[in-house]
Each structure stands twice: as structure tokens, then as C-alpha cells.
């Protein structure tokens, strides 16, 4: 009988003790098979949750070619956890490839509750919670990232929907300028940063707003929300 996939959401800042609740370590205490995006970081997090360094054995998702080895494990009957870096595996994550393949092998999936930047930052901004859309990352060439912020402005607007987005922290403060510049002034623009850490800052402002106070982001994990309209 095959083991079970169980995705195991990551922390965004602090301890695992801090971000899981008990039901779900309990859970990870019992595994000895993982597959993460970082095994470092994984480590981390899994010592803290309570596991054994000795007794675990990770491996990196990296291409597909090797998704049917990292089944393997289940397959013998052991059960497996997917770690994503920070939040929900699967979620913008290259974990979805490994849950898509657990599926066609007819491999239970079980995910655990815990922590998503994208639904935490949807919580807090004020936004239309009944119909939004992640859209992933915007495009980094600015005549197309500008067309992609035109056109989601226009979807929101259509649908009265919430459109949720993200950037590497690096390029925070380029996709910021793009969406001021952009956007229309009465347009709603949330940008959430730091979520769950002592830094976090979460602020809905219209784009007339945003203008007036020349804000910078930084190097720091951010989602973008807007609503048209």
C-alpha cells in the first residue's frame, strides 16, 4: 500500500512551533521522508518542528525528470512531506509538480493547515474576498509588465475581483513604480510586506494615495492586491 503525500506549509518568519498548529506537527513528527525546495532551510525547520537530523532523508525538487524517483518513497509504503520555502508547497511552488504526479499514481494527498502569505495579505486588505484571482508573477520587460497591470485593472474592474500578485524583493520597489504609474487614481492597491515577522506592514491606500506618499518597499517579501473600481 502506498504511503501519503502530506504538504506541510512552511513558515513565514519565526519557528515552526509558532506557525503549525500541534495536529499538524504531530503529523511531521512521524515522517522520515521529505521533499523540499531547499534542504537547508528545510533542516531548519524540521529540527525545530522535532524531528531527528539522523533519521531524515531529503531531496531536492528540482526538474521533472526526476518526479518518479522522488515517488519512490511512497510507493514503498512510506509516507512523504513536501516543503515549499516559505507558505503553502504547491502554491507558486515547484512542489505542484510532485502533487500533480502523487495523483496520477493514485497516491493520497493530505495538506496541512498553516500559514499563506497570499490569503493572509487577501485577510487583511480590505479587498473583495468573494472573487480574486493570483496571478503569480508579473512580467519583468516593462512594456509588458505595463500591459499585464493594464489588463488586470481591467479585469478587476469587469468582474469586481481582487487581483493578487507577487515580485522577487529585489524588483519590489520597479513593479511599485510600474502599478503607480499605471493604475488609475481611484484604484485600491494593498502591498503587504513581511507577513507574520515583527516587521510586517500591511497597507490599502488608493493610488492617488500611494503618489502623495512616495513610499519604498525594499528587499522584502511583499504581496500586491488591487481592486478597480
Request: include cysteine.
Amino acid at each position: 500500500m502506498p504511503g501519503v503525500l502530506y504538504a506541510i506549509p512552511a513558515p513565514l518568519g519565526g519557528r515552526a512551533a509558532e506557525a503549525l498548529p500541534a495536529p499538524a506537527l504531530a503529523i511531521v513528527k512521524t515522517l522520515r521522508h521529505f521533499v523540499v525546495e531547499n534542504a537547508k532551510s528545510a533542516r531548519a525547520f524540521l529540527k525545530d518542528a522535532g524531528n531527528d537530523p539522523k533519521q531524515m532523508q531529503i531531496q531536492e525538487i528540482n526538474e521533472e525528470s526526476i518526479v518518479k524517483e522522488l515517488l519512490r518513497p511512497l510507493n514503498e509504503g512510506h509516507s512523504v512531506g513536501l516543503l515549499s520555502e516559505a507558505g503553502c508547497p504547491a502554491i507558486a511552488d515547484p512542489g505542484a509538480r510532485l502533487v500533480e504526479a502523487a495523483h496520477r499514481a493514485g497516491i493520497r494527498v493530505v495538506p496541512l493547515i498553516g500559514p499563506s502569505s497570499i490569503l493572509l495579505a487577501l485577510m487583511a486588505s480590505g479587498l473583495e474576498g468573494q472573487r480574486f484571482a493570483f496571478c503569480g508573477y508579473l512580467p519583468r520587460a516593462e512594456d509588458e509588465r505595463r500591459n499585464r497591470i493594464r489588463e488586470l485593472e481591467a479585469r478587476s474592474r469587469r468582474e469586481r475581483e481582487t487581483q493578487i500578485f507577487i515580485e522577487t524583493p529585489y524588483r519590489n520597489d520597479v513593479l511599485l513604480a510600474s502599478l503607480l504609474e499605471v493604475l488609475a487614481e481611484e484604484t485600491s492597491l494593498c502591498v503587504a510586506t513581511d507577513l507574520t515577522l515583527p516587521t510586517e506592514a500591511i497597507s490599502t491606500q488608493s493610488v492617488r494615495s500611494w503618489r502623495a506618499a512616495r513610499r519604498a518597499i525594499g528587499k522584502r517579501p511583499t504581496i500586491f492586491l488591487l481592486l478597480s473600481g
